[in-house]
């Protein structure tokens, strides 16, 4: 088999026109090949590993045509598009082309993400032959197609496999194995953009390890890639974090694939709790990955139900369907409760307080903790919303996920309403342990809250788990969580 380029091997350059001295010079110079060809010359290169395609002035009152054929099959292998127009009308008329709106437009995309695609203008005027080169050097192109790779789903199913943009992203991905084999990862609903698992296989040779891919926006998956990045390469010890395989991470020309090593011999928490005690895993996660990330960090005044907003753990407005639909049914059980105006205006209208800011995971329910086999060892995933945060949010997110996250597939795991009006009823911090034994949910919560009264105080944690309980009732339509935000919040005093 051929094996797909890499990107440090793609370095043919197809130049839509005559190619002369001073170009073919820039470029060989660089170690790049310069090739002339015709735009379906064009085409079918990068689709072979080509690293860009070069308009030059001569072709520039062709511009529209040019991008017209270009732009989706160049980007969807990773290449990027220089055009160089004379200074001038035409110059303006070629950098409007591939303004981020223009290309926004027509590949129906965000203009964030389409600020972030390979395609310039280049101002004709002297040395343009040097800045071409140099762009096309500098650009990374990420790995090359191969027609050899076969994608094959287990189960086989047509339902569960990538559309043809994720099958490209993934065949480029893994473009050095023969067989790439996919398992969709997602329960709960059609896995369009993933996550698959992914089992590559060669022809010959020892067995390989496995990897998770998932696919989104191109500036979406790249904030989620620069994130892990800087959250977890200085600050946690790797084997709490499947690190992201770079080189992998492909783009096209509406999404890119984010590609990080499996996490194996590990369960779920959202699973591990149905079988098990909770407390070493709880004490691990805060001793392991969340250790460094919690140390330190600047005092500052917040408010939490504003902090939440913004972040969309709260409704945006009082008038939120599924919050309203929560709060009917409370209402039926429960007639004294806060309305859905009252409920957030408490919450919202809350004066600033002083919070500890530390690194958090932004997201950390039960889905996104696994704990390891054998041991009591916690791996984090999806960094997707990781940032500097006050110290309650991430506890406060997992607190509510062990009350209120029950898997379709074990209703009967649920706790029962007194108990978690119970557990939900300030004080929150600070109080006896009410061991309810062999209630791993409710271990759980009391476990998560020890591990917390050093970094949050409890008016701190009662907003913030407020505010978590507020996301259940909304997403989830759940009347207890909204009725237990209601007796936490009309206990707090009002702002006069
Ligand atoms: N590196 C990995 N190793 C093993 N399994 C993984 C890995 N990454 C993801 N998964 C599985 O895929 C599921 C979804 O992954 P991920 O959280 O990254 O996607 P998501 O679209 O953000 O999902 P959600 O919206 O539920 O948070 C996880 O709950 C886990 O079961
Ligand atoms: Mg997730």
Known sequence: MTPGLTSGDRRLVCLIGK??????????????????????????????????VLVPPSQASEVAKTLGHLLRPTLDHGAAIYIVAPVGDLFAAAHIL??????????????QSA???????????ENWERIAAQLCLTHDPGRGFSDDSKIMMQP???????????????????????????????????????????????QQGRELIEFVVKTGTIS????????????????????????????????????????SMFVERAILFEEYILSHSPALAITALFDGPLRRWRRGGGVESVSIGRLCKTRRTLPPSAGTHGFNVAWRRAHKDEPEILPPHDLLGRLLGQPLI???????????????????????????????????????????TLDTSFGFDIPRVSPDNSLVPELLFELYKPPLLGRPFML?????????????????????????????????????????????????????????????
Not at 22 to 47: H, M, P, W
Not at 115 to 125: C, D, E, Q, T, Y
Request: charged share 25%.
């Open 220 to 259: 979406g998956i790249g904030h989620e890639i620069f994130a892990t990045q800087t959250a977890c390469f200085d600050h946690m010890a790797f084997p709490h974090y499947p690190p992201v395989v770079e080189k992998r991470c492909t783009i096209g020309s509406e999404r890119r694939a984010i590609v």
């Open 19 to 52: 190619l002369f001295d001073n170009l073919k010079q820039e470029f060989e110079y660089r170690n790049l090949n310069i090739v002339e060809s015709t735009l379906d010359e064009a085409v079918a290169r990068c689709g072979e590993g080509a690293r860009a």
């Open 115 to 125: 600020k972030l695609l390979p395609v310039k203008a280049i101002n004709g005027a």
């Open 98 to 111: 591939v303004s981020p709106e223009q290309l926004a437009r027509k590949l129906s995309i965000s203009i």
């Open 354 to 396: 002083r919070i500890r800011k530390v690194q958090a995971h932004g997201d950390l329910h039960l889905r996104n903790i696994f704990v390891r086999q054998n041991s009591a060892d916690v791996v984090l995933i999806d960094f997707r919303k990781t940032s500097e945060l006050p110290a309650s949010i991430d506890p406060a």
């Open 436 to 496: 309810h034994v062999g209630n791993h949910r409710a271990e759980a919560i009391q476990h998560v809250r020890r591990q917390i009264s050093d970094s949050v105080t409890e008016l701190e944690y009662q907003l913030a788990v407020s505010s978590y309980l507020l996301w259940h009732a909304w997403w989830k339509r759940n009347p207890i969580a909204y009725r237990c935000a209601s007796r936490i919040l009309s206990a707090l005093p009002r702002r006069s």
């Open 156 to 202: 086989e199913s047509e339902k569960s496999a990538p559309d043809d943009q994720n099958a490209i992203l993934i065949r480029r991905a893994f473009s050095d194995f023969e067989q790439i084999h996919l398992t969709p990862l997602h329960g709960k609903k059609l896995p369009i953009n993933g996550p698959w698992r992914v089992s590559a296989r060669r």
